[in-house]
């Protein structure tokens, strides 16, 4: 086929006119990604400057104070610790199971399609409604008062909804052939579920503990709501403890007058990210040991 000089030009301009295009999706999309890593740089390099002075043992291991040079956050570090263990142990399981349920047994009908509407909507509810509801619910009809465990429930509910939908993508992504060959070697639909779909699938389902895990351990909203104390003088031994927890006592600092404990507030923050990343070095390494067997 015959082109003319014409026809030659206007291919090359069109091809120009992309190429210009590309370029410039490609640098908006670089500035995009440059201007978030230097606002986040600005804002920890800010915390780390300010709370670095007051960073020490005397500081993680003290108890609160009134007196700025004397607090502590000890109590707020170990009641954080039980409510983020108690709430991955009540809401991993159950999100977990429940998307199984939902992927893998449930037909698809009305009743499981207005399951998942309501589900993705409880992802989007804010997290103080939770706090309301888990004071009506589990510290008064339950008569479980303030206690950790009243606590560790509420965020149970602030999450879940999270853990159900990253489950979900996880088992949508395994592909189908794997349920097929095991069908096909004569496993029951359990047999394939437990030993094919769920370790294929656990990468995925490790990354959305890890976002909801994250979400739980920073929320301070709905332990507010719910009437967690600010102040606790020892640490918590059990679940039926009075409790207190890292944000409340970032609340607590960064609301006060004096400039003193606003750097303890930017010191809680630091200890606070360095717990949010040691726990999710953990859930990585059990990714990575699931990930690294799985090919397909």
């Known amino acids: 086929m015959n082109?003319?000089?014409e026809e030659r030009a206007y291919m090359e301009r069109y091809r120009k006119h992309k190429w210009?295009?590309?370029?410039?999706?490609?640098?908006?999309c670089l500035a995009a990604m440059l201007s978030c890593l230097g606002i986040l740089l600005l804002l920890l390099g800010s915390v780390l400057y300010r709370g670095m002075h007051y960073l020490d043992w005397q500081f993680i291991e003290g108890l609160p104070s009134r007196n700025a040079e004397k607090a502590g956050m000890w109590v707020y570090l170990i009641g954080s610790l039980w409510l983020i263990g108690l709430t991955a142990l009540f809401s991993v399981p159950l999100g977990v199971g429940a998307a199984l349920y939902l992927e893998e047994y449930?037909?698809?009908?009305?009743?499981?399609?207005?399951v998942q509407v309501n589900i993705a909507n409880l992802a989007g509810v804010p997290s103080i409604v939770y706090g309301l509801l888990g004071l009506?619910?589990?510290?008064?009809?339950?008569?479980?008062?303030?206690?950790?465990?009243?606590g560790a429930l509420t965020l149970t509910l602030v999450v879940l909804p999270i853990v159900i939908l990253a489950t979900q993508e996880a088992l949508r992504s395994v592909p189908g052939s794997i349920r097929q060959a095991s069908y096909a070697l004569g496993a029951t639909r359990w047999q394939t579920t437990w030993r094919q779909v769920l370790p294929a699938a656990t990468p995925g389902i490790m990354t959305g503990v890890i976002l909801a895990i994250s979400r739980a351990l920073g929320e301070a909203?709905?332990?507010v709501a719910m009437g967690a104390v600010q102040y606790v003088d020892r640490a918590p031994d059990s679940?039926?403890?009075?409790?207190?927890?890292?944000?409340?006592?970032?609340?607590?600092?960064a609301g006060r007058a004096q400039p003193e404990f606003h750097d303890l507030s930017a010191a809680a923050i630091v200890v606070l990210l360095a717990v949010l990343i040691t726990l999710n070095m953990g859930a990585a390494l059990v990714r990575y040991r699931f990930g690294k067997h799985i090919r397909w």
Request: include cysteine; aromatic fraction near 14%.
């Open 221 to 223: 909203a709905p332990l």
């Open 136 to 150: 009506g619910v589990f510290a008064w009809a339950l008569n479980l008062g303030h206690s950790i465990l009243a």
């Open 3 to 5: 082109i003319t000089a």
């Open 106 to 114: 449930a037909a698809d009908t009305r009743w499981k399609r207005a």
């Open 239 to 253: 679940i039926w403890s009075t409790f207190t927890a890292l944000p409340l006592a970032i609340f607590e600092w």
């Open 20 to 28: 210009l295009l590309s370029k410039c999706f490609s640098v908006l």
